[in-house]
């Protein structure tokens, strides 16, 4: 797929850093503090920017074991980090400022790299604060891979999970991956069989109260399919997806049409909105979900998830450009 005489054609935008090649174009916001546009072979695969996640919602054996309460923090870190600090690298050079306007007007519109990669650092708004970093290097074939580095704190409590979360314009027709059958967690997975499995929309697990559900353990990749373009009137013959994969280790993942605070502020199915965009978080880390008796008891203690060390992990997003 690497064709070493392609170059990324590098855009310096008065507050965005534009990546193109053949048949793909990225735009990465200083304004926004994230990747704000993925277009593949002409379609868009984002919605929002991608954040770092720091909560699944809550089950029936959180509210009852008195996990949710104790680690809420970690929901308002969810939802209001904010973006302190961006880097950006073209072919190894380290930008002491960022190329924004009028630092930009140097460059001309015909700037070319062989690798550009550019980093986000959130803090969150936890007693006491911590960050997660979240780095893009874009090769010039298209294909990014995606580092994240948490700072760890012993001061903080468990986690839910950790992860990325990629909000996609359109509700996916389906998704295939590599992995374990069905619905795992980390104390959820020993029955499941490896293999290759597709799953046709997003189903969510209809309970009675909506939580957290559709974790997908030590996957190898997960290709989503759409045949909606963002503003679901244009239904295409042929269905287009992208592909996101393993770099240096395993990932777990989730799939749905609604994002954690979304099952979260809903106490019954009915309360859950309209469905119309897709939610893939691709985790590096995540805990478990108990139900060792009526509820109440705490998940084991190999299956919590400290927030005292610094936890590392990374995927790949092909592109599959035509």
Not at 29 to 58: D, Q
Not at 168 to 178: C, G, L, V
Request: proline share 5%.
């Amino acid at each position: 797929m690497v064709n070493t005489n392609k170059q990324l054609h590098v855009i310096y935008g008065d507050g965005t850093l534009g990546l193109g090649g053949e048949n793909f174009h990225y735009i990465f916001s200083y304004e926004r503090g994230g990747m704000e546009s993925m277009l593949v072979n002409g379609r868009e695969w984002l919605y929002r920017t991608p954040k770092p996640v720091f909560w699944r919602a809550t089950t029936d054996n959180d509210r009852g074991s008195g996990f949710s309460t104790k680690s809420a923090q970690w929901f308002a870190a969810d939802m209001f980090s904010t973006c302190k600090k961006i880097v950006v690298t073209v072919d190894g050079k380290t930008f002491d400022q960022l190329p924004i306007a009028p630092f930009n007007n140097r460059f001309s519109n015909h700037e070319y790299a062989a690798e550009v990669s550019i980093s986000y650092t959130y803090q969150t708004n936890t007693v006491p604060a911590t960050e997660m970093t979240i780095t893009y290097q874009v090769a010039n074939d298209g294909e990014i891979t995606v580092k994240a580095h948490f700072v760890g704190n012993d001061k903080l409590p468990d986690l839910p999970a950790l992860g990325v979360q990629f909000l996609m314009p359109t509700q996916a027709s389906s998704f295939n991956y590599t992995g374990l059958s069905g619905e795992t967690y980390p104390d959820r997975k020993q029955g499941a069989t490896k293999g290759n499995f597709t799953v046709k929309g997003l189903p969510v697990t209809p309970y009675l109260v909506p939580q957290e559900c559709g974790m997908h353990m030590d996957s190898k990749q997960v290709t989503v399919t759409r045949d909606k373009t963002q503003n679901n009137a244009d239904h295409l013959d042929q269905p287009f997806d992208l592909t996101f994969e393993k770099a240096s280790q395993d990932f777990a993942f989730g799939c749905l049409p609604y994002t954690p605070e979304e099952l979260e502020n809903a106490t019954h199915q009915e309360e859950l909105p309209l469905a119309h965009r897709t939610v893939l978080t691709i985790y590096g880390a995540v805990r478990g979900v108990g139900g060792i008796d009526s509820w109440g008891t705490d998940v084991e203690s190999k299956y919590h998830l400290k927030a005292d060390k610094d936890i590392d992990f990374d995927f790949k997003i092909d592109p599959n450009v035509e």
